[in-house]
């Protein structure tokens, strides 16, 4: 129903900044919400921003709060991730992940990650 591909990743040295993009594309269906997940060499997934498609209402995690900026574009059923002074502990492979109105699929679904890698 719908496929979601990831770009923007990269190596960057730490203070730098990166913008990441997921494209959502299908038919049939509406977005409720988008957001991005990271996960680091030998951790757990973890949430890092998420934002609904109609209200506007975003949320973050407390690790990139105030140096990550969440934003979506209706039209192109693209979300985008603004990381700005980026540490060495975000390395991490991100990825997006939508929610659908109205799907049968409530777990969502995911696209197959960006690599973001911050080292000097």
């Known amino acids: 129903q719908v496929q979601l591909v990831e770009s923007g990743g990269g190596l960057v040295q730490p203070g730098g900044s990166l913008r990441i993009s997921c494209a959502a594309s299908?038919?049939?269906?509406?977005?409720?919400?988008m957001g991005w997940y990271r996960q680091a060499p030998g951790k757990q997934r973890e949430f890092v921003a998420s934002?609904?498609?109609?209200?506007?209402?975003?949320y973050y995690a407390d690790s990139v709060k105030g140096r990550f900026t969440i934003s979506r574009d209706n039209a192109k059923n693209t979300v985008y991730l603004q990381m700005n002074n980026l540490k060495p502990e975000d390395t991490a492979v991100y990825y997006c992940k939508t929610t659908l109105q109205k799907s049968r699929r409530v777990d969502g679904y995911w696209g197959q990650g960006t690599e973001v890698t911050v080292s000097s």
């Open positions: 934002i609904t498609w109609s209200g506007v209402s975003t």
């Open positions: 299908g038919s049939n269906f509406l977005i409720a919400a």
